[in-house]
């Protein structure tokens, strides 16, 4: 792939730091869903925003199974009709790996525009499903989570690509 002017050629990611985020957003995920603000619909899901992110940046190691498992991890927390959150990640995930190879063009600021679809995809699938099980329905609040899942695309992009920005050591045989 040809890069663009002003890009820095990125180090291999780390499978543990890959699988450490992903771990910490669950917790976080968990941690929030029994926080103040318990299951609020405006509520981002952190968990989705950085399987997004991995499925964008490694699709080879991040893919629909790993958001299948964790989204049986959410249902099974939250006590959600099980496969809710299963689907909606495993939907998530393909539309991710569906458009990777475009969104890794744009700047971060500029690819929360492009996550914004899948963000609210994600939402809507969720919300269908409970409506259909019989849930209550939780308010026109729950429009916000996509847009703020969008709105903290650039902080987790910035976040998650730090141990990949590092030089690497010098050497008088490599010039990169």
């Not at 991995?54 to 080879?60: A, D, G, T, V």
């Not at 969104?103 to 259909?132: G, K, N, T, Y």
């Amino acid at each position: 792939m040809i890069m663009r002017r002003g890009h820095q050629l990125l180090l291999a990611a780390n499978p543990w730091f890959i699988w450490g985020s992903l771990l910490v957003a669950l917790v976080f995920n968990m941690m929030q869903n029994m926080g103040l603000w318990g299951r609020a619909a405006w509520m981002p899901d952190v968990l989705a925003l950085v399987l997004v992110f991995w499925s964008i940046h490694q699709p080879r190691r991040i893919g629909i199974g790993t958001a299948f498992v964790f989204g049986i991890f959410m249902d099974v927390h939250q006590g959600a009709l099980l496969g809710q959150h299963a689907l909606a990640y495993t939907v998530l995930g393909f539309l991710a790996i569906a458009i990777h190879l475009r969104l890794l063009w744009f700047s971060a600021s500029l690819q929360a525009f492009q996550v914004l679809p899948l963000f609210a995809a994600l939402h809507a699938i969720e919300f269908v499903v409970r409506m259909l099980a019989g849930a209550a329905f939780p308010g026109f609040l729950i429009l916000l989570a996509p847009l703020i899942e969008s709105l903290l695309w650039p902080v987790v992009s910035v976040l998650l690509l730090i141990p990949q920005r590092r030089t690497p050591e010098p050497d008088a045989n490599r010039p990169l």
